[in-house]
């Protein structure tokens, strides 16, 4: 069974960068059917993309938050992760990571992070 | 970004009776290969969303018959034939035809 678990600071200050972890199991991230989302979920904004990665590092992020984000992959821990640096509280929201397969569509989500940004 | 508009917002439902959801996109989601991405997401309280419709009307394994999904295009439903108690949530339309993916605002179903 294809498990996601996102891990990472639950507080981020403002105008600090955001660091989150998702160990892939039962999966592997170096296979090339699938890619490998970050996703966020507030009230005011909904369901929100913020990028895929796939195996070979190729990126997309959402061209709203392009300027503050970087993805990377480690095919060698089963891991992908997602910066978002500059954060407000704006991006406070709940942070999921979830997998695409290619010629299928998104399926498997982790359980989330809670990421606040206050001082 | 290709706008998601479910309807209704909220749908109180009786046990045992229909219930159907709308979603509407604001292009085609019909891709190159032939392949129309929409996927239907519940999400219990608490929990992530899990996937129950993908590629428009293929159930997921596990998903209990009395979810279907239908559409084409840019107009979508997703049915419930007898809605059950444990259906209670919040159910999402994800598009993964266009970047960025983008889904709708949500629809609660409710038990009356």
């Known amino acids: 069974q294809v498990q996601l678990q996102e891990s990472g600071p639950g507080l981020v200050k403002p105008l600090e960068t955001l660091s989150l972890i998702c160990t892939v199991s039962g999966g592997s991230t170096s296979s090339g059917a699938y890619d490998w989302n970050w996703i966020r979920q507030s009230a005011e904004k909904g369901l929100e993309w913020i990028g895929r990665i796939y195996s070979s590092g190729f990126t997309h992020y959402n061209p709203s938050l392009k300027s503050r984000v970087t993805m990377s992959i480690d095919t060698s821990k089963n891991q992908f992760s997602l910066k978002l640096n500059s954060v407000t509280a704006a991006d406070t929201a709940v942070y999921y990571c979830?997998?695409?397969?290619?010629?299928?569509?998104?399926?498997?989500w982790g359980q989330g992070s809670l990421v606040t940004v206050s001082s | 970004d290709v706008v998601m508009t479910q309807s209704p917002l909220s749908l109180p439902v009786t046990v045992g009776q229909p219930a159907s959801i709308s979603c509407r996109s604001s292009q085609s989601l019909l891709f190159g290969d032939g392949n129309t991405y929409l996927n239907w997401f519940q999400q219990r309280p608490g929990q992530s969303p899990r996937r129950l419709i993908y590629k428009v009307s293929n159930r997921d394994s596990g998903v209990p018959e009395r979810f279907s999904g239908s559409g084409s295009g840019t107009d979508f439903t997703l049915r419930i034939s007898r809605v059950e108690a444990e259906d209670v949530g919040i159910y999402y339309c994800i598009q993964d035809t266009h970047w960025p993916r983008t889904s709708g605002q949500g629809t609660k179903v409710e038990i009356k």
């Open positions: 979830a997998r695409t397969t290619i010629g299928e569509g998104t399926d498997y």
